[in-house]
């Protein structure tokens, strides 16, 4: 008699909460509570934390300061203007296996708002909307003490994440912004941080737009065997 193929377990809740989350880049008009608001951000702190340091800043952007940066951002973008970052995240030089995947990550994204390769105009419509905050009702500037050692990158990193995750599990999206580290002074000097932070990224929250064609990117992670290795 034969045996019946076990089943595949189903996802458990972090699994499946985890593989919904995905960036989203167009939100409904409606506003986050701040008391919801407010407890996604003490859930995401109880993320590790090397010697409990618990490094990084959470600054949310409103009314005339929210403007007042958006503004400035896309007119440095637009002008061109250079400005030195404070911390490198891209390699230098990018290796190739790694600019394929960025590329992918582009295609992806372009490919589900139809706009072509060779059409600049529409993607740098798109790339715009980064210092828009892509228009969610809650906009966040993440930064970090400038004297912390790399370590405190990976613990705010886990932070993060742990935001996005309690968004995920409360039916709100988010997406990071790394566009805005490339304008750390600007960002400092349009709200009035203290020159001891670094800006590490950016990041937009809210209720997620589900019509809209941008929220259908999705793209794909290396397999297992990329990444893992037994060591005997």
Known sequence: MLRPEPMAPA????????????????YLDRPVPSALFERLLVTARLAPSGANLQPGHFWAVEGAARERLSAALSRAWRDQVPQAE?????????????RKR?????QALYGA???????????????????????????????????????????LGMCLHALMLAAEAQGLASCAIGALASYP?????????????????????GWEDAQAPVNRTRTV???????FQVLR
């Open 11 to 26: 996802a458990d809740g972090f699994e499946a909460l985890a593989q919904s989350r995905h960036s989203v880049r167009a």
């Open 221 to 227: 992670r290396e397999p297992l065997a990329r990444y």
């Open 86 to 98: 404070d911390y490198g995240y891209f390699p230098r030089p990018m290796p190739m296996q790694l």
């Open 113 to 155: 708002l139809g706009v072509a390769r060779g059409d600049e105009a529409g993607r740098a419509a798109q790339f715009e909307r980064n210092f828009r905050f892509f228009d969610a009702p809650v906009a966040l500037v993440i930064t970090i003490e400038r004297d912390f050692g790399a370590g405190g990158f990976m613990d």
């Open 185 to 205: 002074q600007i960002v400092r000097e349009a709200l009035c941080l203290p020159a001891t932070d670094l800006v590490v990224c950016g990041m937009a929250l």
């Open 102 to 106: 960025q590329v992918a990550a582009a």
